[in-house]
């Protein structure tokens, strides 16, 4: 990965991670995720409830460029 766009992919979690530990005083990857705009909330409570087997295949991205 370009080192620029290593930077605002960072950036990007630091922002979201930030906002879950406001919000809730906790974070999580799902958190994360969903506050970067890769997973939507429904698809959580879809896989919560046992609709999707495994979030990634639900993820919007690479997931190979957003594992840092």
Do not use: T
């Amino acid at each position: 990965m370009h080192p620029d766009n290593e930077q605002k992919l960072e950036a990007r979690v630091i922002q979201a991670a930030e906002g879950a530990v406001s919000r809730q005083q906790y974070v999580s990857p799902i958190d994360v995720l969903c506050g970067m705009g890769l997973l939507a909330p429904r698809q959580v409570e879809s896989w919560r409830k046992g609709r999707i087997d495994y979030l990634e295949r639900v993820i919007q991205g690479n997931l190979k460029k957003i594992s840092l």
